[in-house]
């Protein structure tokens, strides 16, 4: 992932959690509709990992409130109070047939 800067805090990043306030920051951009990617997620005391095409993503806002201000040029400034975001993924078999891989983290945690 390329250096940013934390979305919460500011601080400069280079992973998908900010070391100094904890933020976890997922950057779909580098994300290609058309080609599969690797998802890992925390479930029911595992980690699990599965390939997954993303299928659509929606973005739904509703915006509330239009203020204009008029001096040497015209802004639009947008608030919402409620926007959601859904991303769907097809989950696909990866090269060797395998749907899900699964790591019982207590098992991680004895071993290290
Ligand atoms: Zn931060």
Redesign the pocket.
């Known amino acids: 992932m390329e250096r940013h800067n934390?979305p919460?805090?500011g601080?400069p990043i280079s992973s998908t959690q900010?070391p100094?306030?904890g933020?976890v920051f997922y950057d779909f951009t580098v994300m290609d509709f058309d080609k599969p990617t690797y998802i890992q997620i925390h479930h029911n005391g595992q980690y699990i990992v599965f390939r997954a095409l993303a299928r659509s993503m929606n973005v739904n806002m509703r915006p509330d409130e239009y203020d204009y201000y008029a001096d040497n040029s015209v802004y639009e400034q947008i608030s919402s109070r409620a926007m959601d975001v859904t991303i769907d993924f097809s989950v696909l078999p990866d090269d060797e047939g395998v749907l899900v891989k699964r790591k019982d983290i207590s098992n991680e945690i004895r071993e290290g």
């Open positions: 934390c919460n805090c601080a900010c100094y306030c933020t």
